[in-house]
């Protein structure tokens, strides 16, 4: 699939065995930089990128916010996370449910139109759910999650609420780990297909990060993924910390995955530390205010062409440098 030369600067990563992990949809090898995409009409931008990933990839990183937009899945791998990330949106909040398993509530729609379809349409996804008298707007479920990454997903990770620096009060902390570990009970219980799934770890200290690990392999699972890095990606010896201390607790040929860092020197660094693979949509952020990572002046009110061209470069920059 991906291009196997490289010419970029040599880094940290290319000292890294590689390993070959075969899925139903072709093999991946690792470690690996998944580029992200999205489907749908939110982001024009990938959709014109999207036929050339794979020169650059072996799989791409789909949220499940956007996968639910799928209508034909690409031919190569995807690994579907949670969409967890919602519950750091305005208007969205977790909640505990009668089952002791968590979901995400979004606002409630404005109109009495929208109301009353989507409570009719989501009331059995709540399943015991507390929510305001308003009635709820949209609803991530563990169930909910886990089926659509049962039908399209090679890679997924349990449905996970970020804990991030800024959230100081003790008890929502506790609550968003708690729902975190119990979410990833229910879905290793549930499972019923052949992808591999990713056990999804929070914290708000390096050991609550440990234990949530230990938590999730004392639970059976041998792939692991840290979530809740992007906020603390400026604190680079807690984030590295962190990798080293899952990386020790993950079983023998177990995976490790770390969400949402996308800096090559960085990534080279969570390789070294452990990682197996990370996921990012920087290439493409940088690419839309024009920004080329090969040392490329910026460009000035690129087209959408350029733009995509910009995303290109700067996604084989990345992999070239970390020789993957």
Not at 105 to 124: I, L, M, R, Y
Not at 135 to 148: K, R
Request: aromatic share 8%; glycine share 10%; hydrophobic share 40%.
């Amino acid at each position: 699939m991906r291009n196997a030369s490289t010419g970029g600067k040599r880094g940290e990563g290319q000292e890294r065995s590689c390993v070959t992990v075969k899925t139903a949809r072709g093999d991946v090898r690792m470690p690996a930089y998944l580029p992200v995409t999205t489907f749908g009409d939110s982001f024009p931008l990938d959709r014109l990128i999207q036929p050339f990933l794979p020169r650059f990839a072996d799989m791409l990183m789909v949220s499940y916010a956007y996968a639910k937009s799928i209508t034909k899945r690409p031919e190569m791998p995807l690994f579907i996370d949670s969409g967890g990330f919602a519950c750091l949106l305005d208007g969205y909040r977790v909640i505990c449910r009668e089952d002791g398993t968590g979901c995400i509530v979004g606002p409630s729609p404005t109109t009495d139109e929208n109301k009353d379809n989507n409570q009719e349409g989501q009331a059995a996804d709540m399943r015991g759910t507390t929510a305001d008298s308003g009635g709820p707007g949209e609803v991530i479920s563990p169930e909910g999650v886990l089926e659509l990454q049962n039908r399209l997903a090679d890679f997924a990770s349990t449905l996970d609420f970020p804990i991030p620096p800024s959230l100081d009060a003790v008890r929502e902390r506790k609550l968003r780990l708690d729902l975190t570990l119990a979410n990833a009970r229910y879905a290793i219980d549930a499972k019923v297909d052949a992808s591999r799934l990713f056990g999804s770890v929070q914290g708000f200290d390096l050991d609550t990060y440990t234990s949530s690990a230990e938590s999730l392999v004392s639970m059976g699972f041998s792939d692991l993924a840290i979530g809740g890095m992007v906020p603390r990606a400026r604190d680079k010896a807690f984030v590295l910390q962190v990798c080293r201390r899952v990386a020790d607790v993950l079983p023998e040929g177990g995976l490790l995955h770390v969400f949402g860092i996308g800096d090559p020197s960085f990534v080279a660094a969570l390789f070294a530390a452990g990682a197996t693979s990370i996921d990012s949509s920087s290439y493409v952020q940088s690419a839309v205010s024009g920004k080329q990572w090969d040392g490329e002046a910026a460009m000035q009110d690129p087209s959408p062409l350029e733009r995509a061209h910009a995303a290109l470069r700067n996604l084989k920059f990345a992999t070239e440098y970390l020789g993957v």
